[in-house]
């Protein structure tokens, strides 16, 4: 038998040597680039956050960005894998989704500490060919040694396309939407995410490799930027509510060529919140789960 004919979980057996491998960093809430992703979302330019104060979730996902040395850089601008993250033979890569425990908050200035793991590489078989699942459990610390967030991350690796991508069903939400907002990217918001997230994935800012060398039809919007914006459109209609559990899924890629809107509505201590293309197609879906009123008080 061939290497080609063997199942696709003997091919990629080597990948479990990955499983439990772990990394630690650093790093501190810097007042600047909280300021500048508030710019981003366009807040309101006398809103920009101090050290001390409260930080939304997920803007922690400014912290503990990969710096790779150029020599460790892809060509599609990833930093290599094989090192803490498997060497996944499938050119392309997205984040699928993430849980998030929320358990102390995080504040502007703090100095933090993750601890992350690689819990599962799990290959499998889709209706476009071969994928394969990472996931990583991330735990973050505060300078009090508190225990802040319990993430657990999920990316998914696939080929590229041989042919046209399935046209999803409309999207029939369950609840009608309270709040709703339109989205309009463009490459400059885009870039900006790109630079405060040190994410040098080429299909966030450069068009040509977008379509031509991974076959989307325009620059590719963030998955952690279009959870950024939910959560903002939370916060937009309740203020500083406290967070105890996200829950979020990436089902359909969003791009800068067309508007996307934002949906949401609050049911008791459920928020459920979903991103639509602009075809009406599901992009993203979200629950949150907030903290009893009891305990808002000293949390975000």
């Not at 425990?101 to 889709?126: F, H, I, M, N, Y």
Request: proline residues 8%.
């Amino acid at each position: 038998m061939s290497i080609r004919e063997q199942p696709l979980e003997t091919r990629l057996d080597h990948l479990q040597q990955w499983v439990g491998k772990t990394r630690v960093l650093t790093d501190t809430v810097s007042a600047g680039l909280v300021a500048k992703l508030a710019a981003v979302l366009d807040h309101d330019r006398g809103a920009s956050r101090r050290d001390g104060q409260a930080l939304p979730w997920p803007w922690h996902w400014l912290c503990f960005t990969p710096t790779p040395q150029a020599s460790e850089t892809g060509a599609d601008g990833h930093p290599r894998t094989g090192d803490f993250l498997p060497p996944v033979p499938l050119p392309r890569r997205m984040w699928a989704g993430s849980q998030l425990s929320c358990q102390a908050p995080l504040t502007v200035g703090d100095r933090l500490r993750c601890e992350s793991r690689v819990a599962s590489v799990t290959p499998k078989q889709g209706r476009q060919g071969a994928l394969v699942f990472v996931t990583v459990e991330h735990r973050i610390y505060t300078s009090r040694h508190e225990l802040a967030v319990t993430e657990t991350q999920d990316i998914v690796y696939r080929n590229l396309p041989t042919g046209p991508a399935p046209v999803a069903p409309v999207h029939q939400p369950e609840l009608s939407a309270q709040w709703h907002r339109t989205v309009r990217p463009d490459p400059v918001m885009l870039f900006r995410y790109s630079a405060l997230t040190y994410n040098g994935h080429r299909i966030h800012y450069d068009r040509d490799w977008a379509v031509q060398q991974e076959g989307y039809p325009g620059l590719v919007v963030h998955g952690p930027l279009t959870a950024t914006l939910l959560l903002d459109l939370m916060y937009r209609q309740l203020g500083s509510v406290a967070i105890n559990v996200i829950r979020f899924r990436g089902v359909n890629p969003l791009f800068d060529t067309e508007a996307f809107s934002l949906h949401g509505r609050r049911d008791g201590d459920t928020v459920s919140l979903w991103a639509l293309t602009a075809g009406r197609q599901l992009a993203m879906s979200m629950e949150v789960t907030l903290a009893p009123v009891a305990d808002q008080g000293g949390r975000s």
